[in-house]
Every structure is written in structure tokens, then in C-alpha cells.
């Protein structure tokens, strides 16, 4: 199994500029998840979706974020326009549903895309 | 608001000591508590507990929840320089859904 595969690993752009992230999700993963790292606020959970439908997208900084899933092996990040506050490790994850009484879903998560918005 | 409060920020150990690391959580929601072992990319997952004053061990590590006290504990015995890394606290709110700490930084030198 290959993990979670994200895409650019390194992005680097100027302000006011459109930039699209990308992730494929563990095959057979029923959950997935967008994170942001920065040293500030650490590791917060932006958007996850539940086979391919967005759940929770309370954590999204703003109408320049969004994200899509269009089937249960992609999704999209996209930020537009960037700022340089977008700067940061963007990492997805994805997980299986281990069932009612199994407690947490056990997060996989890729490598990461760092972003640098200048 | 839900938090997730680990110390400390960070340590420096030497080889063979061993290092406790400490979370403890505020939240509307809980489910089960995660451990993940953070190097130079993606977090990678350590342990997860949802039952109070069960131990979970793999070789030198291991971690203790207590839901009375709202915390939980990370052990690392005879430590390794493979050991530094950062090491994340996580609750799960719901469904998947995990609340982070801001992580323990253990640099562990020879």
C-alpha cells in the first residue's frame, strides 16, 4: 500500500494566487481529512468528508478556502486567493471506520505539502 | 472550546533516561485519546486508549489514560536518539474528528 499520496510536496507562490492541493486517499478509506500545521496554532483540522461528502467544514479559515472530493480516490484543496498567512504544512489523511464501539478512526496521514506564500 | 494541553513544550534527555510526557484535555466530547509520534513529516500513529487505567505498550513506550483526572501519560524508557521527535496528544471529538495538542519536542542526545 502506497499511503496517503499528496501532491505538490513543495509549493511555493506569490500573493493573490491560486493554488491547488491535492490528495489520494488510502484505497478502501471511508474517511477524509485536510489538517493544517503552522508553529502558531499547530495542527487544526479544516474539512473532512465521509465517502466523498464533506462533513465538517467548520475549521476552514474563509471563502478563499475550499475543498472537493469528487470520488472516493481524490480530493482537492484549493486556496484563492493565497495570502502569505496561508503559509504553512497542509496535510491530508485518511482512515476506515473501525465500527460503533471502536473508538477513534485511526488517522493515516501523508507526507504533507508545505506552502509558501510570499 | 475544547483543548488539549501537553507539557512540556519541549525536553532534552540523554540515551537510557526515560521521559514522561503529559496531555490533559477539556472538551464536550470525548471518545478515545490518540498518541502520534511526529519526525520530519507526517504524524505517525502510537496508541490509541479510550478505557481509563488501561496501559498500552509497544517495547519502550507505552500510555496511560485517566478519565477522572482528564489526562493521560506517555512513557518512553531507555531512550534512543530514534526517540526525538515530536510527540502529539490527540482527542477525538467525534467520529474521526481529532483535537491536537501543541505537541512535546523530545530531542534525545547521545
Known amino acids: 500500500d502506497a499511503g496517503v499520496i499528496q501532491s505538490p510536496r513543495h509549493e511555493v507562490t506569490e500573493m493573490g494566487q491560486e493554488v491547488t492541493l491535492r490528495c489520494k486517499p488510502i484505497s478502501g478509506h471511508d474517511y477524509l481529512f485536510w489538517y493544517r500545521q503552522t508553529m502558531m496554532r499547530g495542527l487544526e483540522l479544516l474539512i473532512y468528508f465521509n465517502n466523498n461528502v464533506p462533513i465538517d467544514d467548520s475549521g476552514m479559515p474563509e471563502d478563499r478556502f475550499s475543498a472537493k472530493m469528487p470520488n472516493a480516490s481524490f480530493s482537492t484543496l484549493k486556496i484563492q486567493p493565497s495570502e502569505p498567512r496561508d503559509s504553512a504544512v497542509y496535510f491530508c489523511?485518511?482512515?476506515?471506520?473501525?465500527?460503533?464501539?471502536?473508538?477513534?478512526?485511526?488517522?493515516?496521514f501523508g507526507a504533507g505539502s508545505r506552502l509558501t506564500v510570499l | 472550546e475544547d483543548k488539549v494541553v501537553q507539557s512540556p513544550l519541549s525536553l532534552v534527555v540523554h540515551e537510557g533516561d526515560t521521559v514522561t510526557l503529559n496531555c490533559s484535555y477539556e472538551v464536550t466530547n470525548f471518545r478515545s485519546l490518540l498518541w502520534y509520534k511526529q519526525e520530519k513529516k507526517a504524524p505517525t500513529f502510537l496508541f490509541m486508549l479510550?478505557?481509563?487505567?488501561i496501559e498500552k505498550k509497544s517495547g519502550r513506550l507505552s500510555s496511560i489514560l485517566d478519565k477522572k483526572e482528564l489526562s493521560s501519560i506517555l512513557n518512553i524508557t531507555a531512550t534512543q536518539t530514534g526517540d526525538s521527535a515530536i510527540y502529539l496528544c490527540?482527542?477525538?471529538?467525534?467520529?474521526?474528528?481529532?483535537?491536537f495538542g501543541a505537541g512535546t519536542q523530545v530531542v534525545v542526545t547521545p
Open positions: 489523511a485518511s482512515s476506515l471506520w473501525a465500527g460503533e464501539y471502536s473508538g477513534a478512526n485511526v488517522l493515516t
Open positions: 490527540a482527542v477525538d471529538l467525534s467520529w474521526g474528528k481529532l483535537q
Open positions: 479510550t478505557s481509563s487505567g
